[in-house]
């Protein structure tokens, strides 16, 4: 299996966790950030820093695509 597709499969199962959880964006963010690959962190640091699940979300398929 590719990068790729375990980095959208961890989103998928996040956003399925997220719906049973009552957490701001916030902290939804901070989670969903500190679960990522090495590499994705990695090549973020070239990046705008983002505030938003959504955004970090974009930039994560972008980066692994």
Known sequence: MHKSHQAMKYFIKFQQLVTCVQYGNAALHRQAYSELAKH??????????????????????????
């Open 40 to 65: 994705i962190k990695d090549d973020m640091v070239h990046h705008t820093k983002l505030t938003t699940l959504s955004s970090l979300q974009k930039l994560m398929q972008a980066i692994d695509t």
